[in-house]
C-alpha cells in the first residue's frame, strides 16, 4: 500500500514539473530568442536589444474585436532592415498603408489570431476552421473595407467578381444584394433561329461548336441532349436552303470588312472577343434568322451588344449570302446531320422538360413552358463563412491541412462534379487562374462587418450613367458604349468620350464618322463604319459641345487667343523643342516619322481644338490616368511653341 | 526488524515529500495564474508616424490623446489628458499656453500649472525615433521637460 | 496483493496509451495507400522577385518596355525608328558602370539630365520616388538575366 | 528550551480548542479523536476493521468528493479569466490556453476532473448496487446518492456549453430540442431552459450561472447529508 502511495505521489510530482517546465519553454521563444540574434547581426543597438521581451506580444483590436498574436514570433514586421530575413522575421511589404496598430493581422491574412504555436496560428485546427488565407485567394478579405469593386488594388477579387456575374452564377445560386439577371439569349423561339442538329451537338458540348462561351458543359448523354433538343424545338423546320433570296457574294464581302464585323466577332480565329466567333455560323443559323438580325439585332434581343448599323436590305442579303456561303463548318457531313435530326425526332419530349426543370436552365434562358423554380443552387451570400464541416468531400481522401474551404472551393469551381457523381452543377471549364478569382469571390462573400469607420471604398462604382433623347437614342442604337466609356460608363476598348466636346473639332468629327481610321498608327483599324447620317453627328456633336466638356479647358480660349500661333519664329522654336529638346518625334509621328506609340500627330491641328492642344500638353495625365506619356514641366512660352508647331505641321508637307 | 521499519518510514515519509511538493507546486502555480501576461487596455507605448507628418507647432492626436510639439525639428510629447478632471486642454497659440474648456485649469508651455484647479504638471511622456523611421512614444517613461528629441531636417 | 494493483493501474493506464499508439501507426499506414483522385491545390505562381521588384515588373512592362523591350534588351517595338537606341538594360558591362542614383536620376529627370539623349523622357512627375527604386530594383535583375 | 516552545505551542487555550484530545493512543482517546474531527467522523466511532479495507469500498466515494473538491479549487480560479459573454467565451479560452501561465493544466485538470467525477461516482454507485449498500436503513442516503448522480451529470452538461465552440453549441441545442419533447411541458421549460429560442447569450448565462452557483451549492450540500447519514446508518454495509 505505501509503495503504491510512493510511487503515485512521485508520478504527480514528475506529471506538475513536467508541466511547470512545458509552461517555461513555450514554442514561440525559440523564435524570440533567434530573433535577437538575428538583430544583433543587424546591428540593433543595447536598447533596442533589451526591448526584446520574451513574452506574448498582441494586439488589441477593440474596434474589430479581434486579438493578434502574431507579432509574438513574427518579430520584423514593421523592421525595415529585416527586408531579406526568413520568415518568420520578414519585413511585411506594405505597411505603410495598413497600419498594423489599426488592422493587425488577421483581418486581412485570416488564421487564429489568437494562438501562439505554428500549428494552431495557421491552421486549420480541429478549433480554428479557418486557415490562413493561401497566397492564391488573399484578396478576399479586401472587399471587407474597400468595397467590391477593386480594380486596381485587387485585380483577381475583380475579376471574380465580374466573372460571378458573367457566367450567370446568380442564375443558380442567390445571394442576397444581387440581382438575378438572365445572362443568356432567350429561347423563346429557338426554332426560328437555330437549325435542330446544331442546338443537338451544342448541348453535348457547347465548347466544341466555341470554344470561349460561356455555356457550361452539362456532361449529358446523347439521349439526354436529344430529349431537350426535342422538348426546345418542337416541330422540326425542314426548310430549303434556296428559299431565301441571296445576294451577291462578292458585295457581302466587301461589306463585311468595310464594316470592320471582325473588332467584335472573329472569323477563324482572327477578330475580337466582344461578339461570338462566326466562323461555322451557317451551320448554326437559318439565314432568314441572320438577315432580320443584322436589320435589327436590338429588335430581337435587346441586351445585344451589337449596333443597329443601319444597312439597306440589298446590304444585308449580299452579307447574309457571303456569310451563309464562306462561313461554314466544313467538317460536318450531311448525313450526320440527317441522323442527328432523325434521333431529335425520336426523342421523348417530357423528359426534356424535366431535365431542363432540373438542370435550372431557366437561371440564365427564358424559355418557354418550363417553370422557373428559382436558384437552384446554395445560397452563396455568406460562403466565405461556412464551416468546413458543412463541406463534403464525398469519398476523396483528402489530408487534415487540405481540409479548407477555400480548397473546396477551388476544386468544385475546377471539376463541379468532383466530390459526387451526378450533381446537377455543370462544367465550366474554368482554368486554374479563373478558379482562383472566382474563389477568392466566394470567399470574400462573408457576414463580417467591419466598423463604419474602418470603410475605404476604392476604385469606381458603375456609372448609371444613360443619358436620355436623341443623344441617348443615337448613343443606344449604334451601341456606343460597348466599347466608348462616358462618365465612367461603357467599355475600354475605344478612347474614353466623357468630353470630347472639348476635344475634337466638328468637321473632323464628320469626317471621321463617315470613314474611321486608326488615330494611332500602331492599331488596327477598328472603328466600325457605321451607317450614320449627317444630322444624327449633328445630334452628336451639339450635345458633345453642350454637354460633354471641362471647363479646364473651355477656360483656356482667352489664352489661347493671345498666342502667336502664326509667328513663324514661334514655330520654329516649337520645331526645335519637338525634335530636339524634348525629343517627342521618340513617340510620336509626324508626317509618317517618328515612334509609334502615341497618336499621329500629322493633322492634329485639323482634330484637335487647339485649347486641347494646350490643356493636354500642360498636364497629360489630367485626362487619361492610364496615360503613357510622361509630364513634363513647360513654360508658357515653350507650351505656345510647341502647340503652333503642332498646329502648323501637315502645312509643312 | 527495526531497518524493516524505517525503510517503511523512510518510504512514507518520501510519499509525503512528493505529496506536498506537489501541493506546493500547485500553490505557486496557482499564484503565478493569477499575474496576468496580457492585457486588454490600450497599449502603453505605440508608433505615431513619421516625423514628417508633424508640422511646426503643437499638434493634437485625438485617438492617444496626447500633443505632439515639433519646435523647429525638436519633437516632444505632452499628455492631453487634464490632470484635474480628465478633460482636453486645448492650445491657444497666441498666449502660448493650454488651457481646459472644463474648470480652467492652465499649462504654460512647459506642462507647469499656472492656474485653476488642476493639481499636477501635465506630464511629457518619452518619444525616440525607431528603425522604420517613425516616431515612437512611450507612456510609461516620464520625462523631464528639457529632454527633446531633434531630428535633423 | 499491492502487486496485483499495481498491474491492475498500470493496464489502466496503459491500455488506452497502447490503443491511441496503435491507432496512429494503423492511420499512418492508411494514408500511404489512399489514391487523391483528382483533388487539387492551387499552384502556387512562383517567381524568383521579391514583392519590390514585382512591383518594379509591373511599372516596367507598363511605362519602360515600349521602347526597351519586354526583356530590357532595347529592342522594344518603338525602338526602330530612334536616332538613339534605347539602353540595353541586360548589357552587364554598361550596367555595372551605372549607379542605381545614376539609374534613378535617368527615370526621373530623363536622359538629358545626364547629358544623354532626350529621347529618354523625365517621369519624375508621372511616377514617385518610391516607385522609381522599385524600377531600379527591377533593372538590377534584368542584368544577370541577359548576357 | 524546546519544552518551553512546545508549552508555548500546546498548552494553551486556542490549541486545546482546535485538538481537543491527546495523541490517541487508546481506543478512548481514539474514539475522541474521530469524534471530534470533522474529517474523520465520516464513521461511526466503532467501526468493523473490515469496512475499513480498501479492497471493500475501493475507495471510490471519497475519491469523487476529492475530485469535486479539485473541481471547486480549479473552477474557482478559471473564473478569474473567463467573461460569460458569447464574444468572450471562446476568446478567454485560448487565452487561457496560450498566453496565461499554467491556465492550460488548470484548464484541463477541471476538465478531466470532471470527466473522471462522472465515471467515479457511477462507479460508486455499482459498488453500492453490488454490496447492496441500498437496503435498510440505507434507502434515504441511496435516494440521496441518485440525486447527487443526477447533479453531477447536471453539473457537467451546464460545463459543457461554457467554452462556446461548435462542439458546445451543437450539443446543448440537441439536449435542449429534447428537452422541448417533453409531453405538455416541454415547449415552455425549453423556452425557460434557454431563456427565449435560439441558443444564444442568455442561454450562456443561464448555464453559467447553474454551473457555478446553483448546482455547486446543492451538491456541497447534498454531500454533507450524505456523509452524514454514511455515518447515522452505521458505516459501511456488511453481509448479515
Keep these: 500500500?505505501?509503495?503504491?502511495?510512493?510511487?503515485?505521489?512521485?508520478?504527480?510530482?514528475?506529471?506538475?514539473?513536467?508541466?511547470?517546465?512545458?509552461?517555461?519553454?513555450?514554442?514561440?521563444?525559440?523564435?524570440?530568442?533567434?530573433?535577437?540574434?538575428?538583430?544583433?547581426?543587424?546591428?540593433?543597438?543595447?536598447?533596442?536589444?533589451?526591448?526584446?521581451?520574451?513574452?506574448?506580444?498582441?494586439?488589441?483590436?477593440?474596434?474589430?474585436?479581434?486579438?493578434?498574436?502574431?507579432?509574438?514570433?513574427?518579430?520584423?514586421?514593421?523592421?525595415?532592415?529585416?527586408?531579406?530575413?526568413?520568415?518568420?522575421?520578414?519585413?511585411?511589404?506594405?505597411?505603410?498603408?495598413?497600419?498594423?496598430?489599426?488592422?493587425?493581422?488577421?483581418?486581412?491574412?485570416?488564421?487564429?489570431?489568437?494562438?501562439?504555436?505554428?500549428?494552431?496560428?495557421?491552421?486549420?485546427?480541429?478549433?480554428?476552421?479557418?486557415?490562413?488565407?493561401?497566397?492564391?485567394?488573399?484578396?478576399?478579405?479586401?472587399?471587407?473595407?474597400?468595397?467590391?469593386?477593386?480594380?486596381?488594388?485587387?485585380?483577381?477579387?475583380?475579376?471574380?467578381?465580374?466573372?460571378?456575374?458573367?457566367?450567370?452564377?446568380?442564375?443558380?445560386?442567390?445571394v442576397q444584394g444581387l440581382e438575378r439577371v438572365k445572362v443568356a439569349p432567350p429561347l423563346v423561339k429557338i426554332g426560328e433561329k437555330v437549325k435542330i442538329d446544331w442546338l443537338y451537338r451544342w448541348l453535348q458540348n457547347p465548347q466544341m461548336y466555341l470554344p470561349e462561351t460561356k455555356m457550361p458543359n452539362f456532361q449529358l448523354t446523347k439521349e439526354e441532349a436529344a430529349d431537350m433538343t426535342r422538348f426546345l424545338i418542337p416541330r422540326v423546320r425542314i426548310k430549303d436552303p434556296d428559299n431565301f433570296e441571296g445576294g451577291s457574294y462578292a458585295r457581302g464581302k466587301r461589306i463585311l470588312s468595310e464594316s470592320r464585323c471582325v473588332t467584335c466577332h472573329s472569323f477563324e480565329g482572327k477578330g475580337g472577343d466582344i461578339g461570338p466567333d462566326l466562323a461555322k455560323v451557317s451551320s448554326k443559323v437559318y439565314p432568314e434568322w441572320l438577315f432580320e438580325w443584322i436589320k435589327n439585332p436590338q429588335a430581337m434581343r435587346p441586351d445585344t451588344l451589337m449596333p443597329a448599323y443601319g444597312f439597306s436590305d440589298q446590304d444585308i442579303r449580299d452579307l447574309v449570302a457571303f456569310i451563309v456561303e464562306e462561313y461554314i463548318d466544313l467538317e460536318l457531313e450531311d448525313d450526320v446531320i440527317q441522323q442527328n435530326i432523325q434521333f431529335v425526332e425520336s426523342a421523348n419530349v417530357g423528359r426534356g422538360k424535366e431535365l431542363i426543370e432540373k438542370y435550372g436552365c431557366t437561371g440564365c434562358h427564358e424559355i418557354e413552358g418550363v417553370e422557373d423554380r428559382g436558384e437552384i443552387g446554395l445560397d452563396l451570400t455568406a460562403i466565405g463563412d461556412s464551416h468546413i464541416s458543412r463541406m463534403d468531400f464525398g469519398m476523396i481522401e483528402v489530408s487534415h491541412e487540405e481540409r479548407t474551404v477555400p480548397n473546396w472551393l477551388y476544386n468544385k469551381m475546377k471539376n463541379p462534379r468532383l466530390f459526387k457523381a451526378g450533381l446537377k452543377m455543370p462544367d465550366f471549364t474554368f482554368s486554374d487562374l479563373e478558379a482562383e478569382a472566382l474563389t477568392t469571390y466566394l470567399m470574400s462573400r462573408s457576414k463580417e462587418v467591419v466598423p463604419a469607420s474602418y470603410h475605404l471604398h476604392l476604385g469606381e462604382r458603375p456609372s448609371d450613367y444613360n443619358p436620355q433623347g436623341e443623344f441617348g437614342e443615337i448613343l443606344d442604337n449604334y451601341r456606343c458604349l460597348v466599347c466608348h466609356t462616358i462618365n465612367g460608363r461603357g467599355g475600354d476598348l475605344a478612347p474614353d468620350i466623357s468630353i470630347e466636346g472639348s476635344r475634337v473639332k466638328e468637321k473632323w468629327l464628320k469626317d471621321f464618322m463617315k470613314t474611321p481610321y486608326a488615330i494611332r498608327p500602331i492599331l488596327v483599324e477598328r472603328m466600325p463604319r457605321l451607317k450614320i447620317s449627317d444630322s444624327e453627328v449633328e445630334t452628336l456633336y451639339s450635345y458633345f459641345r453642350t454637354t460633354l466638356v471641362d471647363d479646364r479647358v473651355e477656360k483656356l480660349t482667352g489664352s489661347v487667343k493671345e498666342m502667336s500661333l502664326k509667328d513663324p519664329e514661334v514655330i520654329s522654336l516649337g520645331k526645335d523643342l519637338y525634335y530636339n529638346k524634348y525629343a517627342c518625334n521618340a513617340c510620336h509621328q509626324v508626317n509618317l516619322k517618328g515612334g509609334t506609340i502615341g497618336p499621329d500627330l500629322t493633322s492634329v491641328g485639323e482634330r484637335l481644338r487647339t485649347e486641347w492642344i494646350v490643356y493636354y500638353l500642360s498636364d497629360p495625365k489630367a485626362f487619361l490616368k492610364r496615360s503613357i506619356e510622361p509630364v513634363y514641366d513647360f513654360t508658357e512660352k515653350e507650351l505656345e511653341a510647341l502647340t503652333a508647331f503642332l498646329l502648323s505641321a501637315k502645312e509643312k508637307k | 526488524m527495526s531497518s524493516e521499519h524505517d525503510r517503511r518510514d523512510f518510504l512514507t515519509y518520501l510519499g509525503w515529500f512528493a505529496t506536498l511538493g506537489t501541493f506546493g507546486g500547485i500553490s505557486v502555480a496557482s499564484a503565478r495564474y493569477m499575474v496576468p501576461n496580457i492585457l486588454y487596455e490600450p497599449p502603453k507605448s505605440y508608433k505615431i508616424g513619421k516625423p514628417q507628418d508633424y508640422p511646426e507647432g503643437v499638434n493634437f492626436l485625438p485617438d492617444k490623446r496626447i500633443f505632439v510639439v515639433n519646435n523647429g525639428g525638436n519633437y516632444k510629447v505632452i499628455s492631453a489628458v487634464c490632470t484635474h478632471m480628465g478633460c482636453t486642454p486645448r492650445w491657444i497659440a497666441e498666449k502660448d499656453r493650454w488651457e481646459c474648456p472644463c474648470h480652467g485649469s492652465i499649462f504654460n508651455n512647459k506642462g507647469v500649472v499656472i492656474g485653476g484647479p488642476a493639481p499636477k504638471p501635465l506630464p511629457w511622456y518619452e518619444v525616440t525615433l525607431g528603425s522604420d523611421n517613425k516616431l515612437f512614444v512611450n507612456e510609461d517613461r516620464i520625462v523631464p521637460f528639457s529632454q527633446v528629441l531633434t531630428i535633423a531636417a | 496483493m499491492s502487486k496485483r494493483i499495481l498491474i491492475i493501474l498500470c493496464s489502466i493506464f496503459f491500455t488506452p496509451a497502447l490503443i491511441w499508439f496503435s491507432a496512429q501507426v494503423v492511420s499512418g499506414s492508411d494514408d500511404d495507400h489512399t489514391e487523391r483522385s483528382g483533388f487539387l491545390l492551387p499552384q502556387k505562381h512562383s517567381t524568383n522577385l521579391t514583392r519590390e521588384q514585382l512591383r518594379g515588373k509591373e511599372l516596367y512592362q507598363y511605362y519602360c518596355a515600349l521602347c526597351h523591350g519586354r526583356t530590357g534588351k532595347g529592342d522594344g517595338f518603338n525602338s526602330f525608328n530612334m536616332s538613339v537606341p534605347p539602353a540595353d538594360h541586360t548589357d552587364a558591362t554598361v550596367m555595372s558602370t551605372l549607379s542605381d542614383a545614376q539609374i534613378h536620376q535617368v527615370i526621373k529627370e530623363g536622359g538629358s539630365s545626364l547629358g544623354r539623349s532626350p529621347m529618354m523622357p523625365p517621369w519624375g512627375r508621372v511616377i514617385s520616388d518610391s516607385e522609381i527604386n522599385t524600377l531600379v530594383a527591377y533593372i538590377r535583375t534584368l542584368v544577370t538575366s541577359g548576357k | 528550551m524546546i519544552e518551553k516552545v512546545k508549552n508555548i505551542v500546546f498548552q494553551n487555550r486556542f490549541w486545546k480548542s482546535v485538538f481537543r484530545h491527546g495523541m490517541p493512543v487508546n481506543a478512548r482517546l481514539r474514539s475522541e479523536a474521530v469524534m471530534s474531527n470533522l474529517f474523520l467522523h465520516i464513521h461511526p466511532v466503532k467501526i468493523y476493521k473490515d469496512s475499513l479495507l480498501f479492497r471493500k469500498t475501493l475507495g471510490l466515494g471519497l475519491i469523487s468528493f476529492y475530485l469535486f473538491f479539485i473541481l471547486c479549487i480549479t473552477g474557482i480560479l478559471l473564473m478569474f479569466y473567463y467573461i460569460p459573454h458569447v464574444q468572450r467565451a471562446y476568446q478567454d479560452m485560448k487565452d487561457l490556453?496560450?498566453?496565461?501561465?499554467?491556465?492550460?493544466?488548470?484548464?484541463?485538470?477541471?476538465?478531466?476532473?470532471?470527466?473522471?467525477?462522472?465515471?467515479?461516482?457511477?462507479?460508486?454507485?455499482?459498488?453500492?448496487?453490488?454490496?447492496?449498500?441500498?437496503?435498510?436503513?440505507?434507502?434515504?442516503?441511496?435516494?440521496?446518492?441518485?440525486?447527487?448522480?443526477?447533479?453531477?451529470?447536471?453539473?457537467?452538461?451546464?460545463?459543457?456549453?461554457l467554452p462556446w465552440d461548435q462542439l458546445a453549441f451543437w450539443a446543448i441545442t440537441i439536449v435542449v430540442n429534447l428537452i422541448e419533447t417533453m409531453p405538455i411541458i416541454g415547449d415552455d421549460l425549453r423556452y425557460l431552459v434557454v431563456g427565449g429560442t435560439l441558443v444564444g447569450q442568455n442561454a450562456l448565462i443561464r448555464f453559467y450561472v447553474m454551473h457555478v452557483m446553483v448546482l455547486p451549492l446543492l451538491v456541497t450540500m447534498l454531500i454533507a447529508v450524505h456523509f452524514w447519514r454514511i455515518r447515522k446508518d452505521g458505516g459501511l454495509a456488511r453481509p448479515e
Excluded at chain 1, 74 to 98: C, I, M, N, S
Excluded at chain 4, 117 to 143: D, I, K, Q, S
Design chain 1, 1 to 174: 500500500m505505501k509503495r503504491i502511495f510512493v510511487i503515485l505521489s512521485f508520478l504527480i510530482l514528475l506529471f506538475y514539473i513536467w508541466q511547470i517546465w512545458k509552461d517555461y519553454n513555450r514554442p514561440y521563444l525559440v523564435y524570440q530568442k533567434e530573433f535577437k540574434e538575428l538583430l544583433k547581426q543587424k546591428g540593433g543597438g543595447e536598447a533596442e536589444l533589451d526591448d526584446v521581451k520574451f513574452v506574448v506580444r498582441q494586439r488589441w483590436l477593440e474596434k474589430l474585436n479581434r486579438v493578434d498574436r502574431c507579432e509574438t514570433c513574427h518579430l520584423g514586421v514593421e523592421d525595415p532592415r529585416f527586408v531579406d530575413a526568413p520568415q518568420p522575421y520578414t519585413t511585411h511589404p506594405d505597411a505603410d498603408k495598413h497600419s498594423f496598430e489599426r488592422f493587425g493581422c488577421t483581418v486581412c491574412h485570416g488564421g487564429q489570431g489568437l494562438a501562439t504555436s505554428v500549428e494552431d496560428a495557421h491552421g486549420p485546427t480541429e478549433d480554428w476552421y479557418k486557415a490562413i488565407s493561401s497566397d492564391n485567394f488573399l484578396e478576399n478579405s479586401c472587399s471587407k473595407c474597400h468595397g467590391d469593386f477593386i480594380e486596381q488594388e485587387a485585380p483577381v477579387l475583380a475579376k471574380g467578381r465580374t466573372m460571378f456575374k458573367e457566367y450567370g452564377c446568380r442564375g443558380c445560386h442567390n
Design chain 4, 97 to 161: 490556453e496560450f498566453a496565461v501561465s499554467f491556465g492550460m493544466i488548470l484548464r484541463n485538470m477541471h476538465r478531466w476532473g470532471a470527466h473522471s467525477m462522472v465515471a467515479l461516482v457511477f462507479l460508486h454507485m455499482c459498488r453500492v448496487f453490488y454490496t447492496a449498500g441500498y437496503r435498510h436503513p440505507r434507502e434515504f442516503n441511496w435516494g440521496v446518492g441518485v440525486i447527487l448522480f443526477v447533479c453531477t451529470l447536471a453539473l457537467s452538461l451546464t460545463g459543457y456549453l
